[in-house]
């Protein structure tokens, strides 16, 4: 299997900044470009299997760029833990979108983003003055929408921060797999591929989990009538995305409901809707029938 080279992009921040990291893969000159965005608690090597597909199957040069989310994997953790959140993230991706345009000026550019990376890409596909090096042609929403159910919330609030420490890689694979099975099914081996990004090492022996613990902060610190207020903002940015919008749900997912997922066939971007029985939040785009949606998708005309 091929492996990724891993960037770094300085970020702006009030505390002085930081740095973003991001796994490159593909042709690092290509002018079509696929951002792939994880979810809440992940990083960027979640993509490993669909961005390789992706490579291999283009019909042209294609780069495919899996950012690790400030204060995930290989980023700097941020100063201020209240920064968690899309605003921060939106610009760092804006960041490095502009250092990517400088290497190799961009014309095709495509986003994929799971759940907490989906909301950025609405942000980033539906502002319309943002400094763009290009318009997002495609935008995939992996199991996310302007609507969060507040179960979904709660659920996760329950265990986002919570890093603890493993003795071994496999035990914390096990320990992840507790609070992940509704990913839907996995064979050990591509379970364990996907969670020895997961953990890093202790000084004094053992593991624990790549992210910082205080990402979770502001989301204990939300209320539900703030979470309420804040789908209108997000509606409003998904009315006015202009790239052709596919969205794939976890038939089981328990944070977009099929009601908020059939409102966004009809508003904005009147988004396509695949879903995937037997799976929950989120889809991980090993499965190859899941790899075979989001390639048709990502890499048509």
């Not at 014309?107 to 983003?113: H, K, M, P, R, Y």
């Amino acid at each position: 299997m091929a492996t990724p080279t891993l960037n770094y992009v300085p970020c702006p921040d009030p505390q002085g900044g930081h740095r973003m990291a991001y796994w490159s893969w593909g042709d690092a000159d290509a002018s079509r470009v696929v951002v792939c965005v994880h979810g809440l608690s992940r990083q960027g090597r979640d993509f490993d299997v669909l961005a390789q597909a992706l490579a291999e199957r283009s019909p042209g040069p294609i780069r495919v760029v899996c950012p690790d989310v400030a204060g995930r994997g290989k980023s700097d953790w941020l100063k201020d833990p209240m920064g968690y959140g899309v605003p921060t993230y939106a610009a760092d991706m804006l960041a490095m979108l502009g250092q990517l345009h400088a290497q190799s000026p961009i014309q095709d550019l495509s986003w994929f983003g799971t759940s907490m990376g989906g909301l950025i890409g609405m942000a980033v596909a539906g502002s319309p003055n943002l400094p763009l090096p290009s318009p997002v042609k495609r935008l995939l929403l992996n199991d996310v929408g302007p609507v969060v159910q507040w179960e979904a919330i709660r659920r996760i609030s329950g265990y986002i921060g919570n890093t603890g420490r493993f003795d071994s890689a496999e035990q914390a694979a096990q320990a992840m797999w507790t609070i992940s099975t509704s990913f839907g099914p996995h064979t050990a081996q591509q379970w364990l591929a996907l969670s020895q990004p997961m953990v890093r090492p202790l000084p004094e022996g053992g593991f624990t989990l790549h992210y910082d613990p205080a990402i979770g902060e502001p989301i204990k610190a939300l209320t539900e009538e703030q979470a309420a207020q804040g789908q209108a903002a997000v509606w409003a940015l998904y009315d006015r995305i202009t790239a052709r919008t596919l969205i794939t749900r976890g038939a089981q997912s328990d944070l977009l409901s099929r009601e908020t997922a059939q409102e966004m066939t009809r508003r904005g971007p009147r988004a396509e809707v695949v879903e995937f029985e037997g799976v929950g939040h989120a889809p991980t785009f090993v499965a190859e029938g899941q790899v075979r949606v989001a390639a048709d998708f990502l890499l048509k005309p």
